[in-house]
């Protein structure tokens, strides 16, 4: 018995296809800025080549004053569609909490436990305030 097999055509979305290096958290703090005033939470994930040139970023999830949805199966899928070796998330908190929350912790530690499932590193997890910044990676988060 013979079977055909049809063809599949995948494609990840992206926002923002721009081929820059991220070598340093200031490209982070300096790109994601437009976050520091937005009354909701935005949620990005960037998306990085073995040498941190960045293959594009997506917006993840957008919520409420408070919290917004992050999707693991989103960005793990756009990871490996894009062939992806490395993830930073960025996140802003319109509540202007400079800190970490312990929800923002156990989504990271979530996605970081996903991701490694395909050989992907979570390299930070950076929250823009409107007056500040936090590092997981900095603060020993990750």
Do not use: W
Request: net charge negative; charged share 30%.
């Amino acid at each position: 018995m013979e079977h055909e097999l049809g063809s599949i055509q995948v494609t990840a979305e992206v926002q923002d296809e721009s081929p820059e290096e991220i070598t340093r958290l200031q490209a982070i703090i300096d790109k994601y800025r437009f976050l520091r005033y937005k009354p909701k939470e935005h949620f990005y994930a960037v998306f990085l080549k073995a040498d941190n040139e960045v293959i594009g970023d997506k917006l993840i999830g957008l919520g409420s004053s408070g919290n917004a949805p992050v999707d693991l199966k989103d960005i793990a899928r756009t990871a490996v569609l894009t062939n992806a070796s490395a993830v930073i998330l960025v996140h802003n908190h319109p509540s202007n909490n400079d800190e970490a929350t312990p929800e923002d912790k156990e989504a990271t530690r979530d996605i970081k436990k996903g991701l490694e499932l395909f050989d992907i590193d979570v390299l930070d997890h950076v929250i823009i305030s409107q007056d500040d910044h936090y590092s997981m990676k900095q603060q020993g988060d990750i």
